[in-house]
C-alpha cells in the first residue's frame, strides 16, 4: 500500500502546482501596491506541503514576498475589518513547473519508445 500513498500525495502536489498555474494577476490597486489575483489557491489539501516540495524540486519561485491577503465582500468591495491584515508569498511557475504540467517527460518518453518501435520494425522486414 505503500505506492498508493505516494501516488496520492504525488498527485496532490500536481494539484497544487496546477492551482498555482491557474492564478491571473487582475489589477495592481494603489495605494499600498495590492496584487488583485483571480483564482489563487485557497483550502487545497496539504497546500503547505505541497508549495515546499515544488519549492524544493524548483517547480516555483518566490515572486514577492509579503503581499498583503484578503477577501471580497458580497458587494465586491474589500473587507478591511478582516482582510489584508496578514501577508503571504507570491509564487510564480518556473520553466520546470511547465514542463511538469504539461508532462514534458512523457511525451519525451513515448516518442522515444515509438522512434525505436519504428527502428526495430524497419530492420525486421527489411
Known amino acids: 500500500m505503500m505506492w498508493w500513498t505516494a501516488f496520492k500525495r504525488e498527485r496532490s502536489i500536481r494539484r497544487v502546482l496546477i492551482a498555482l498555474a ?5 489589477v495592481v490597486a494603489q495605494p499600498g501596491n495590492i496584487w488583485i489575483i483571480e483564482n489563487a ?10 508549495i515546499a516540495t515544488c ?6 519561485d518566490v515572486l ?15 473587507d478591511l ?5 496578514r501577508t503571504e508569498p ?8 511547465w514542463a511538469v504540467i504539461n508532462r514534458v517527460q512523457t511525451w519525451l518518453i ?17
Open 22 to 26: 491557474r492564478q491571473r494577476v487582475v
Open 41 to 50: 489557491p485557497t483550502g487545497l489539501p496539504n497546500q503547505a506541503e505541497a
Open 55 to 60: 519549492r524544493m524540486r524548483g517547480w516555483i
Open 64 to 78: 514577492e514576498d509579503a503581499v498583503p491577503k484578503g477577501e471580497w465582500n458580497a458587494q465586491g468591495m474589500p
Open 81 to 85: 475589518q478582516r482582510s489584508f491584515k
Open 90 to 97: 507570491l509564487f510564480r511557475l518556473t520553466d520546470s513547473g
Open 110 to 126: 513515448a516518442t522515444f519508445v515509438v522512434s525505436v518501435i519504428a527502428v526495430v520494425a524497419t530492420l525486421v522486414y527489411r
